[in-house]
């Protein structure tokens, strides 16, 4: 599959409308909606409750599929594909950070990280050296053996995000990731997606703080399906600087 992570556009919607039958009525959860996200950017979209985020967050990670338009992911069109093409690409491209953490609560933390390893086909070496170092990332490098109801809330975030980049995806795609932290944790998280970012990974975001979108480059508001206002901002830093 094409790949090339140096490209400038990393993702273009273009007009993508998402339509659903409820009642007998059809609903219409994206409107057009049009959106471009570059190599390197660190967006948030915000939004108020039915605006369309969570619909538009699941077509951007390949969970669901849209109606109408064109989705050109890191130059894939992704409506080339069939069902199965598409799934491996999104375990290739894509690497998932949700609110409920999402972890398996029988497998230790090093196994939790290694799922997406598992999924490509990457034989055991490789799993575990990658899965490691992640989680070494995100300063968890001495729980690889804890299970997750052994850690806190936001070292299960971290696992998580050790998660997301292990496989070395082309997106980081966060919905709410710091919906269920205190304000400090929230610092701590918002921390390592900024030294991401910085080391060079796309990221979008789904919050609905204020206070959170500060420290992303972009933010894209999002109401009645449809994308409207897009800022770019100079972030607020938790990394020694501004950049």
Request: glycine share 8%; net charge negative; no cysteine.
């Amino acid at each position: 599959m094409p790949m090339n992570k140096n490209a400038e556009t990393m993702i273009q919607l273009k007009e993508i409308s998402k339509l659903y039958e409820m009642g007998g009525e059809t609903l219409t959860a994206l409107d057009e909606a049009s959106l471009t996200i570059h190599n390197g950017d660190f967006t948030s979209i915000m939004g108020p409750s039915g605006s369309g985020k969570s619909t538009l967050m699941n077509i951007l990670g390949l969970l669901d599929v849209f109606d109408h338009g064109e989705y050109i992911l890191n130059n894939i069109n992704i409506g080339e594909y069939s069902e199965k093409e598409v799934a491996a690409i999104r375990n290739e491209q894509i690497g998932f950070i949700f609110q409920s953490f999402n972890l398996l609560p029988r497998m230790n933390l090093l196994e939790n990280v290694m799922l997406p390893l598992i999924y490509a086909g990457k034989p055991l070496k490789e799993r575990r050296e990658k899965a490691a170092a992640a989680l070494e990332k995100v300063g968890l490098g001495d729980r690889l053996d804890h299970r997750p109801n052994e850690i806190s809330g936001g070292q299960k975030q971290r696992v998580a995000i050790a998660r997301a980049i292990v496989n070395n995806p082309a997106v980081i795609l966060a919905d709410e990731p710091t919906g269920n932290l205190d304000s400090k944790t929230t610092e701590d998280i918002i921390r390592i997606f900024q030294e991401l970012n910085r080391d060079g990974s796309t990221i979008i975001m789904v919050t609905h703080e204020p206070e959170v979108a500060e420290y992303t480059k972009k933010i894209v508001h999002l109401r009645d399906g449809k994308i409207g206002e897009e800022e770019t901002i100079t972030p607020k830093s938790l990394i020694g600087g501004v950049h």
